[in-house]
């Protein structure tokens, strides 16, 4: 039996080297990949932003899980920055994972001043309202063009994201277009149906609702009636960038970020 010990020690570092691979034990850095310097945008003290930063570190392993990235490492510099280091990847999953770095994932609603057009036209400004450009693909003789308006809207909004309850990815039945939709909590609720009661269609005249996401001015759809628990975002994007959006909107950053520096190694 003695001659056995040595065959049946070298099947079980197989079994255990085998088991180890199965189990993620080689998820360690990557030999090969990109290295990202990220730095916050927003200005505070060096006590805030250590703690701001180390919010952010987590939600952008969490978001790196979602998008299904793996052997991510995101570590803290001496330079109060944070470094992602990513194995090798095809350049739209790298891309992917720039955006899932830079989108804060805050999402606000705000009404669409009910003028706007013709104080556009007019230039005149006014106050607690700025000029943010929507663009839309539009139908044109048969084919899509991408067409670009410019709506005054509100600076102060009617709902943000903290009241979302699920976000998640369906699609239009009409465009088959990926589209955004999102449920709101009790509080959240009561302050829409709130807005679109104020707002909905009053002789002859509709209103509209500026849906904005990481300042960014995404649909702006009329309100046509009382709407309370769930609403949509419709967009020109790709099912790709919709669910890295859900995955911003269901990890939003506390603290904006930016990718200061990219090496490859």
Known sequence: MKNHVPFARSLFAVALLAAMVLAGCSNGPPEHGTRLTVAPTNSATAADQQQALARAAETLRQRFRKLDIRRVVVEHSAEGRLVVTLPELPPERLASCRRA???????????????????????????????????QMVKKNGREEKST????????????????????????????????????????????????????????????????????????PAIKGVVSRSAEIMGDFTVKEAFELVAALETPLDVPLCIVDEKRF
Request: glycine letters at 6%; aromatic letters at 4%; hydrophobic letters at 35%.
């Open 101 to 135: 770095i830079e989108n804060v994932g805050l999402l606000e609603l705000r009404m669409v001043h009910p003028d706007s057009d013709a104080l556009i036209a007019a230039n005149i400004p006014e106050p607690g309202y700025e000029v943010m450009k929507l663009e």
């Open 149 to 220: 308006s410019r709506l005054l809207v509100n600076k102060k909004p009617e709902l943000t994201d903290e009241h979302i309850t699920r976000v998640g990815v369906t699609r239009d039945r009409l465009s088959n277009k990926p589209k955004i939709s999102f449920e709101l909590d009790k509080e959240g609720a009561r302050k829409l149906e709130q807005v679109t009661t104020e707002w909905q269609p009053k002789g002859g005249r509709e209103y509209r609702l500026a849906i904005v996401l990481d300042g960014k001015l995404r649909s702006a």
